[in-house]
């Protein structure tokens, strides 16, 4: 098991940045992947940006070269930077877990909101 906790969101204008933090209450230095979502109001939970216990990265096409994922072991942190944020990604950000190669994301943070103004 694992708790996580978001923080680092807040209200931004278009074009600005932020850096959200997902802080683990143990460490992640084996876990299989760490992931960010979203949730936009009246549609699914979507991922949004994706590392690997390896450190292979995966995202999203409406996020590619915009926002980063990245992951400090030792601090048993992952972390999203948003740059050149746009109004479409007001939402509802969500950290999340997969301990093990065979199952899905199971562990989440509570969210932290992202709102972006135009």
């Known amino acids: 098991q694992v708790q996580l906790m978001e923080s680092g969101g807040g209200l931004v204008q278009a074009g600005g940045s932020l850096r959200l933090s997902c802080a683990a209450s143990r460490s992640i230095s084996s876990t299989n992947a760490m992931g960010w979502f979203r949730q936009r109001q009246g549609t699914q939970r979507e991922l949004v940006a994706g590392?690997?216990?390896?450190?292979?990265?995966n995202y999203a096409d409406s996020v590619k070269g915009r926002f980063t994922i990245s992951r400090d072991n030792a601090k048993n942190t992952v972390f999203l930077q948003m740059n050149s944020l746009k109004p479409e990604d007001t939402a509802v950000y969500y950290c999340?877990?997969?301990?093990?190669?065979?199952?899905?994301?199971?562990?989440w943070g509570q969210g932290t909101q992202v709102t972006v103004s135009s």
């Open positions: 999340a877990a997969k301990l093990n190669s065979w199952e899905y994301f199971g562990h």
């Open positions: 590392i690997t216990l390896g450190g292979s990265t």
